[in-house]
């Protein structure tokens, strides 16, 4: 079986400032080892207005930096947008696709998710695709089918040699922010499906493609989580506020 390195990405979300931002990054590289030493890929993903912050304060750490949303179009009348080329001239490698929170707050569907992936990987971004299922879905058996269909639409016009190069999010909406983490084996369970989603594409490409929890992780809980075999790895929104909790959630990945 190929070796997936683990991630662990923290998701700032509406948080960080300039200021903050460097504040951060600097704490972050005096935590983490350095890179041939980490027992995970480590990745930021920041508002616009700090982008250029964090590259330049981790420029050579091998930590990534991601935004975490953007348009598919490279122009256009979308007053408020950002294009993947425009991410790509800023230094950015990443970005993180149909959070939860967007698809909630901010009308992100799985038809602009078809468009959004692609446009990401056609420029050079690794796109960090999240799914997961409402409480409601999840009491009434449709957990399968949510994941089914969000994986389903996002990765329709993927072409199979390039699936591996997403990486997915499994994050149970009920879990994110509520302190109520999904216990290792609903998560091993969830993503052991999302995997065989893309298996029922190219088996090559489930053994290669990196599929994170998310979800209240803390370092308290992530040992756990991330020993589980199909988990690999964990994108982390409170806690990773504190880079003290991002970088020991780094060390649980290492088991
Ligand atoms: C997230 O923002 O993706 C997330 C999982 O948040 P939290 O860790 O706070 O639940």
């Excluded at 990405?9 to 935590?31: S, V």
């Excluded at 992936?117 to 957990?143: F, K």
């Excluded at 290792?184 to 990196?210: D, H, M, N, Y």
Aim: hydrophobic share 45%; net charge negative; proline share 5%.
């Amino acid at each position: 079986m190929p070796e997936r390195r683990p991630y662990v990405a923290g998701n700032w979300k509406l948080w960080g400032t300039r200021a903050q931002a460097d504040e951060y990054c600097r704490r972050l590289l005096t935590l983490l080892p350095e890179a041939s030493r980490r027992p995970a890929d480590v990745g930021l993903c920041v508002p616009f207005t700090a982008l250029d912050v964090c590259l330049e304060l981790l420029k050579g750490s091998g930590v990534l930096v991601a935004a975490q949303n953007m348009h598919a179009a490279e122009t256009g009348a979308f007053t408020g947008e950002i294009s993947p080329a425009m991410l790509v001239e800023a230094g950015v490698q990443s970005v993180v696709l149909g959070h939860s929170e967007r698809r909630l707050y901010s009308g992100e569907t799985d038809r602009a998710l078809q468009e959004k992936v692609p446009a990401a990987l056609a420029a050079g971004l690794q796109p960090i695709l999240c799914v997961g299922e409402t409480e409601a879905e999840r009491e009434a058996g449709q957990t399968e089918r949510k994941l089914r269909h969000q994986v389903g639409e996002a990765l329709v016009d993927i072409a199979d040699d390039r699936l591996a190069d997403v990486v997915l999010a499994y994050e149970p909406i009920w879990a994110i922010g509520t302190g109520q983490v999904a216990t290792p084996g609903q998560a091993q369970e969830a993503i052991a499906f999302v995997r065989a989603l893309v298996a029922s594409r190219s088996e090559k490409a489930a053994t290669r493609v990196r599929v994170l929890y998310g979800g209240s992780v803390k370092p308290e809980n992530a040992v756990e989580i991330l020993a589980q075999p199909d988990v690999d790895g964990a994108l982390v929104g409170g806690a990773s506020l504190d880079p003290d909790s991002l970088a020991r959630i780094t060390a649980a990945a290492g088991g």
